[in-house]
T-cell receptor, first 115, second 115 residues
Framework: GDSVTQMEGPVTLSEEAFLTINCTYTATGYPSLFWYVQYPGEGLQLLLKATKADDKGSNKGFEATYRKETTSFHLEKGSVQVSDSAVYFCALISRSGGGADGLTFGKGTHLIIQP | GAVVSQHPSRVICKSGTSVKIECRSLDFQATTMFWYRQFPKQSLMLMATSNEGSKATYEQGVEKDKFLINHASLTLSTLTVTSAHPEDSSFYIC???????????FGNGTRLTVT
């Protein structure tokens, strides 16, 4: 079935460092791809998305480009802040057992930004 | 933006009792809602897909008699953990998919502790 693989964490960076969190996927067809962010004790918030090859999703300084040839959707940010500390999930839309399109998540990457 | 209200945020119950968790879409209609379970430092595992007015579809390995799901309206789905045991302690998150636009929105989760 469909799956998402993302780099294991925790990832610890200093403030203003460059961030890359790798994400690759396996899916039939052409899934839509997402990055979600989870702050401590909260649910998930959509960070950005891309629905077709070569699309670039961007939000709050984060970017990710849908690369069909490498089946990847790596998350990047040029200069991270302490407030970016959270868990980041890469996800794709697949068909769940319910017959409705559901999200398949990667395991999440815990990002820690130090002042 | 679209909001999903999940209640309660935390609950502690004794082994053998039942707990009901509510998931409401506050300003949009959702024919389809999803229930996830998240273990510490792990990804979200889809438990079941609920469709308004019909029976929920459970993922493999999820006991439907233990995790009762009701989706009686376009804005409310409930998950009842019946005869809870300590191994049911976890973080449960619901997601509602907008009928218009198809976006997924997440509740803030429910931390269940069974003593």
């Amino acid at each position: 079935g469909d799956s998402v693989t993302q780099m294991e964490g925790p990832v610890t960076l200093s403030e203003e460092a460059f961030l890359t969190i790798n994400c690759t996927y396996t899916a039939t067809g052409y899934p839509s791809l997402f990055w979600y962010v989870q702050y401590p004790g909260e649910g998930l918030q959509l960070l950005l998305k891309a629905t077709k090859a070569d699309d670039k999703g961007s939000n709050k300084g984060f970017e990710a480009t849908y690369r069909k040839e490498t089946t990847s959707f790596h998350l990047e940010k040029g200069s991270v802040q302490v407030s970016d500390s959270a868990v980041y999930f890469c996800a794709l839309i697949s068909r769940s057992g319910g017959g409705a399109d559901g999200l398949t998540f990667g395991k999440g990457t815990h990002l820690i930004i130090q002042p | 933006g679209a909001v999903v209200s999940q209640h309660p945020s935390r609950v502690i119950c004794k082994s053998g009792t039942s707990v009901k968790i509510e998931c409401r879409s506050l300003d949009f209609q959702a024919t389809t809602m999803f229930w996830y379970r998240q273990f510490p430092k792990q990804s979200l595992m889809l438990m079941a897909t609920s469709n308004e007015g019909s029976k929920a579809t459970y993922e493999q390995g999820v006991e439907k008699d233990k995790f009762l799901i009701n989706h009686a309206s376009l804005t409310l789905s409930t998950l009842t953990v019946t005869s809870a045991h300590p191994e049911d302690s976890s973080f449960y998150i619901c997601s509602a998919r907008e009928n218009m636009g198809g976006y997924f929105h997440f509740g803030n989760g429910t931390r269940l502790t069974v003593t």
